[in-house]
């Protein structure tokens, strides 16, 4: 998935572009389960979800994420 990112953003695509979920997991509320009658919170998964992999605040990967890629220039 990461580097499908780096290209997609070295070709001037969207930076979350496809990073979204059914409708229905953002507006419905789970009937059952752990979960019940929860939504997702998409924006705060995206947030923690680039975090952990090494990704700013506007989703282009850090410099060290980069090289540890083996993508440096």
């Given at each position: 998935m990461e580097l499908g990112?780096?290209?997609?953003?070295r070709e001037g695509l969207g930076r979350r572009t496809g990073d979204s979920l059914p409708p229905r997991l953002l507006d419905t509320p789970l009937p059952e389960g752990g979960s019940r009658e929860r939504t997702v919170f998409l924006k705060t998964m995206l947030e923690e979800y680039y975090d952990l992999r090494g990704w700013n605040d506007r989703e282009v990967p850090l410099?060290?994420?980069?090289?540890e890629l083996g993508l440096s220039r």
């Open positions: 990112k780096v290209f997609n953003i410099e060290i994420k980069i090289e």
